[in-house]
């Protein structure tokens, strides 16, 4: 349920009406905009006597919200939020560059690599330490060791730290990573979501391979149940029946979901082609659909990566993209 506040309306008095409906066994998030209050209750309203709120004189109106998800329903939250990584801002107007390898090689690789992407303009580095791979036998990232090789490579940089979080068990290694990725196998592991959840981190919560956005959102909200509202979503492409592309990049998921949440949304052209050349163009498009940020896979010896070489751009290339992107955003924000 959703209390829309009149205009100017005094602090007191909102307080006043926070206390009552919290008595009421509610949680209430309040969203001050700039024009608006919006206050949203979470939990069993059913009970709640809606003709009595909106009798109240501060009240402009009340409304039900049907949709299951809740605190990350722009319904509750009409201002688009901004999650702050260090000095680095993600949402509301600002736009990321994440960048780096699929996977933590080596420190002179890491290294590398993050000052490639630096000095072509990315906002933060990106690096599995920990990988889900579809097959066993494959290289399963380098573990504790790979965010320690993460960690030197932000000394050198001073780029925050994006990293794949696979299981419970590992979040405290995950202390000196800055945004803690979800990948989209773990979407749905929901103790995975509740032990995130607690943190006062920002998440970076990546789509399903065969999930709705609806799903997706119903997964941010367990995480923001929580506490942590620092949540960032990822469209990475989807599972369809075509299969020259490694998934199909649902961009109208972007403009679907700014319509239905305030957290930012960022994309991921790596994944959702697995194919170098088309990263460009699709890094292209995700921008100008107005998203907040892209996630790309850069490596500085595709061919001997281990772990997704095929769908990595040489720094150069990265390089050439972003002066891309930056004319693309400079044309979709002049007045
Ligand atoms: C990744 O970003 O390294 C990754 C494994 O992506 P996804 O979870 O989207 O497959
Ligand atoms: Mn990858």
Same mark, same amino acid.
């Given at each position: ?124 580095? &990106? ?57 989209? &196998? ?20 990546? &789509? ?128």
């Amino acid at each position: 349920m959703i209390v829309v506040l009149k205009h100017n309306v005094q602090k007191e008095k909102r307080d006043q009406l926070v206390d009552w409906l919290q008595d009421q066994g509610l949680t209430v998030h309040v969203s001050q905009g700039d024009y608006q209050t919006v206050l949203g209750l979470v939990g069993d309203t059913s009970r709640v006597d809606m003709a009595l709120i909106e009798s109240l004189n501060i009240v402009d109106s009340v409304k039900r919200i049907t949709d299951p998800f809740k605190k990350s329903n722009r319904k509750f939250h009409p201002d688009d939020t901004i999650v702050e990584v260090g000095d680095v801002k993600v949402g509301k107007g600002n736009f990321v560059v994440i960048a780096g390898p699929c996977s933590v090689e080596t420190e002179e690789q890491i290294v590398t690599v993050a000052k490639a992407v630096k000095a072509a303009g990315a906002d933060m580095l &990106r690096g599995g330490a920990f990988k889900p791979r579809t097959s066993p036998y494959d290289f399963q990232g380098l573990r504790a060791e790979g965010l320690r090789l993460l960690e030197i490579a932000k000394a050198e940089t001073g780029l925050p730290l994006v990293t794949e979080c696979m299981g419970v068990d590992d979040l405290p290694l995950f202390e000196n990573v800055d945004v803690i990725q979800i990948g989209a &196998r773990n979407m749905q592991n929901y103790e995975l979501l509740k032990a995130v959840g607690k943190l006062d981190k920002p998440i970076l919560l990546k &789509r399903g391979l065969a999930n709705t956005l609806k799903e997706l959102l119903m997964s941010a909200e367990y995480i923001m149940a929580g506490g942590n509202e620092k949540v960032i979503l990822c469209e990475r492409g989807i599972r369809t029946f075509d299969d020259y592309t490694r998934n199909t990049l649902d961009l109208a998921a972007v403009s679907m979901l700014r319509e239905l949440t305030h957290l930012p949304i960022i994309v991921d052209p790596s994944h959702a082609t697995g194919i170098a050349r088309l990263v460009p163009p699709m890094a292209m498009a995700a921008t100008a659909s107005g998203c907040d940020g892209l996630i790309i896979e850069v490596h500085n010896d595709p061919m001997h990566a281990l772990c997704d070489g095929a769908q990595s751009l040489r720094p150069d290339e990265f390089d050439k993209l972003m002066g891309r992107v930056k004319r693309i955003r400079d044309i979709i924000t002049e007045e």
